[in-house]
């Protein structure tokens, strides 16, 4: 997290914290796009212009590909606590972790 080290903000305890990032995409950009541009008001264009509209998507799909590179989010959810929780003994993971 880049937020804050710490779990607490201001009175509020951290209580989830995922990190996500983009996945490289840049092998589907082609198929993408000729998905997308398969409407009937972009065939009615001339083959010259598709062309065009096919390379200047691909150039923007492609620019975002490779700075997603350098992005990603994060859901963090805060709670406001009155009353700090008890020691938890009996503690859980995800089976996934197990395995």
């Not at 989830?16 to 996945?23: H, N, R, V």
């Not at 993408?32 to 096919?54: A, M, P, R, T």
Request: with cysteine; charged share 30%.
């Amino acid at each position: 997290m880049i937020l804050s080290s710490t779990k607490e903000l201001s009175g509020l305890e951290l209580f989830f914290e995922k990190d996500f990032k983009y996945l490289d995409v840049t092998s589907n950009i082609e198929t993408y796009i000729n998905i997308v541009l398969d409407k009937s008001h972009i065939k009615s264009v001339d083959i010259s212009q598709q062309k065009e509209i096919f390379n200047r998507a691909k150039h923007f799909y492609t620019l975002f590909c490779e700075n997603s590179k350098y992005i990603g989010y994060s859901i963090l959810l805060y709670q406001k606590k009155h009353f700090k929780d008890e020691v938890e003994l009996y503690l859980t993971t995800d089976v996934d972790e197990i395995y």
